[in-house]
């Protein structure tokens, strides 16, 4: 008798340390396929950006955010389009390309705490004097663009995805959150800041973000009502990056 229940509780110490094994098992990452409708667009075209996204062969129907990054070679100001889910697992968004060139994009997904990001590189096809009278037409944001629009891309290699918060109170707390990618993998151990500054003040406020997850860094913000500049600075070896993006804040 009391050898079957010295087996029966082992069996349970067996099955409950494999049950805690199973819960604190990472979950799957997210996968992404990028897919661009027409492949080969000519000048003029609208593009459909389309970013299937799954997890452990299942398809992701609530993502929190998905936006597609897009810019010109050579431009400064990348657009960022908000995408909408049009199937399972299935988020698009359309641009117009008026002009011929070499092109970018890159899908930013956040779904179930997690971002994947990648970039791909595609040509608009067209005569010479169209591709070439873009260096001059880029850069400014237009009106109506989210906070997230404003974009520099650096000759580092490394991708950043500022993501503050859709509307900041004032004098309410609020987080900026930053996503870094190198070479398609997480950028780790980054020394990262977000410089804040409103119109033309001299004062600066320098705040330190945490990496509150493999790639991802995060600060707490507090503002007063008003526009403000937001610079990111990268720091880690021989890397030192910056970009710049705009917020307001309400009252």
Request: proline residues 5%.
């Amino acid at each position: 008798m009391k050898k079957a229940f010295m087996v029966m509780l082992s069996a349970l110490v067996l099955m409950t340390a494999c049950s805690k094994a199973e819960s604190t098992q990472p979950p799957a990452p997210l996968q992404a396929e990028l897919k661009l409708t027409p492949e080969t667009p000519g000048a003029g075209d609208t593009v459909t950006f389309s970013v299937t996204v799954t997890q452990a062969d299942e398809f992701v129907d609530d993502a929190t955010d998905v936006q597609f990054e897009v810019w010109q070679k050579g431009q400064d100001e990348h657009e960022f389009l908000p995408a909408q889910r049009r199937g399972s697992g299935v988020y698009t968004a359309d641009k117009q390309l008026p002009q011929a060139g070499t092109y970018f994009v890159m899908y930013h997904v956040t779904a179930r705490e997690m971002h994947t990001m990648k970039q791909q590189e595609f040509t608009v096809q067209g005569d010479h004097g169209a591709s070439a009278s873009t260096e001059h037409e880029h850069g400014e944001a237009q009106p109506g663009d989210s906070q997230h629009s404003s974009h520099r891309h650096n000759d580092s290699g490394l991708a950043m995805h500022f993501m503050p918060p859709e509307s900041m109170t004032a004098n309410q707390p609020a987080d900026f959150t930053l996503h870094l990618q190198k070479d398609g993998e997480p950028f780790t151990g980054a020394a990262v800041k977000f410089e804040v500054w409103a119109g033309d003040d001299e004062k600066h406020q320098f705040i330190e973000a945490k990496e509150s997850k493999a790639g991802e860094y995060t600060a707490s913000v507090t503002l007063d009502k008003g526009a403000y500049t937001v610079k990111v600075h990268v720091e880690k070896g021989d890397i030192h990056d910056h970009q710049e993006h705009k917020v307001s804040v309400k009252s």
